[in-house]
């Protein structure tokens, strides 16, 4: 059966600190990997991973995928409380070629 | 704005009643589709429509119909729905239906339907 699984499920920090969600996946086909954020309605676009052990930045954040190892990671820099989120990992691949997500990564920042 | 627009941001229903959600997409998209995210589960893929035919219907329940009339408007028709249906109903675009050989792109979301069946 096809599954992400992500890790933690939650997470509480204090702004400035750095943080690292994890994501690991078994599913046939893997085409890409995809980070979106979602606060509270849209899940927003954050990343699309396709080739491993290159980095993708945007900002604070970056992202980099490991074949070898089946799993991503997102890192979010000097976090501050507008970083406060549900992170979610999902991936194209799978028998019917799909979007297949995780259930998220909740994200605390307190000030 | 996302660029998907969904209707109503909330609603709540009886077990008896009819009601539809609307989905408007003004990204000049092919492809659309519903998700149902519940509490503590992942986003579930429901149907996707590929320029107006539905490719996917993730085995899901008679009482959920949908209906994309053209690449721009997604609707989901529900009725006799069940407590258990309680969720966030999300709707997104992507320019086609991905697949192996024409690549993959992001699915660009809506602001999605919290539904609650009474």
């Known amino acids: 059966e096809d599954k992400v699984v992500q890790s933690p499920l939650s997470l509480v920090v204090h702004e400035g600190d750095t943080v690292t969600l994890n994501c690991s996946y078994e599913?046939?086909?893997?085409?890409?990997l995809l980070w979106y954020k979602q606060e509270k309605k849209a899940p927003t676009f954050l990343f699309m991973l396709?080739?491993?052990?290159i980095e993708k930045k945007s900002g604070r954040l970056s992202s980099i995928l490991d074949k070898k190892e089946l799993s991503s990671i997102l890192n979010i820099t000097a976090t501050q409380t507008g970083d406060s989120a549900i992170y979610l990992c999902?991936?194209?691949?799978?028998?019917?070629?799909?979007?297949?997500f995780g259930k998220g990564t909740k994200l605390s920042v307190k000030p | 704005e996302t660029g998907v627009t969904q209707t109503p941001r909330h609603l709540v229903m009886g077990m008896t009643n009819k009601k539809s959600l609307k989905c408007e997409q003004h990204?000049?998209?092919?492809?659309m589709y519903w998700y149902k995210q519940s509490a503590k589960k992942p986003l579930e893929l429901m149907f996707v429509y590929n320029f107006k035919e539905q490719t996917e219907n993730n085995s899901v329940p008679s009482r959920f119909s949908p209906e994309c009339p053209n690449s721009s408007h997604l609707f989901l028709h529900l009725h006799t729905l069940q407590p258990e249906d309680s969720a966030l109903y999300l709707c997104?675009?992507?320019?086609?239906?991905?697949?192996?050989?024409?690549?993959?792109?992001?699915?660009?979301f809506g602001n999605g339907t919290r539904l609650t069946v009474t």
């Open positions: 990204l000049g998209h092919n492809a």
């Open positions: 599913v046939t086909n893997f085409r890409s």
């Open positions: 999902a991936l194209y691949g799978g028998s019917q070629g799909n979007l297949i």
């Open positions: 997104a675009s992507s320019p086609y239906q991905t697949g192996a050989s024409l690549g993959d792109s992001p699915l660009h």
């Open positions: 396709t080739s491993s052990g």
